[in-house]
T-cell receptor
């Protein structure tokens, strides 16, 4: 059974810092890995999707990498801003299957 | 609409009541997923439809939970005889490509509180 772990569970940083969020998964037979953002009381916003054949994806200040063989992904946020404060969720699927989520990392960026 | 919509956004039910939660997926999206998110946890899979066919309902926690998508568009998640442990946010997601597991787009969720 696929399990997804995210470390750390919570992170507080001053504005302007670069930061890395970690995600690991137990079964490397994945098709896609997605990073989501969730604001309090809101739904999930897709940030980046990495297909299993890819190593990384970039969107603005966000960069996600995937090492499928070791079961790891990282989300790099450059020059963090208070507006980046949210919970970040990592999820994997095995091709037309439901997503398996981690518990998330709660990020606070302090002005 | 432009995105996935869910209604109601908030629902308070007394223990033992039946509730029905609605999901309107993005137009043309073939796949529809329901997830349950408890406080402080990541979403957990409940059930999955491809068009009107319910292909996987292995995540439904009990036979009190029932989902349908009769015309392959709107879906309803019904919970009978609600219990306090059913309190959670219920998220719906839809995606377009079949057999390839593409982007899943999520609705805002329905927050269910059972008293």
């Amino acid at each position: 059974k696929q399990e997804v772990t995210q470390i750390p569970a919570a992170l507080s940083v001053p504005e302007g810092e670069n930061l890395v969020l970690n995600c690991s998964f137990t079964d490397s037979a994945i098709y896609n890995l997605q990073w989501f953002r969730q604001d309090p009381g809101k739904g999930l916003t897709s940030l980046l999707l990495i297909q299993s054949s890819q190593r990384e994806q970039t969107s603005g200040r966000l960069n996600a990498s995937l090492d499928k063989s070791s079961g790891r992904s990282t989300l790099y946020i450059a020059a963090s801003q208070p507006g980046d404060s949210a919970t970040y969720l990592c999820a994997v699927d095995s091709g037309n299957t439901p997503l398996v989520f981690g518990k998330g990392t709660r990020l606070s960026v302090i002005a | 609409g432009a995105g996935v919509s869910q209604s109601p956004r908030y629902k308070v039910a007394k223990r033992g009541q039946d509730v029905a939660l609605r999901c309107d997926p993005i137009s043309g999206h073939v796949s529809l997923f329901w997830y349950q998110q408890a406080l402080g946890q990541g979403p957990e899979f409940l059930t999955y439809f491809q068009n009107e066919a319910q292909l996987d309902k292995s995540g439904l926690p009990s036979d009190r939970f029932f989902a349908e998508r009769p015309e392959g568009s709107v879906s309803t998640l019904k919970i009978q005889r609600t219990q306090q442990e059913d309190s959670a946010v219920y998220l719906c997601a839809s995606s377009h490509p079949t057999g390839s597991g593409g982007w899943q787009f999520f609705g805002p969720g329905t927050r269910l509180t059972v008293l």
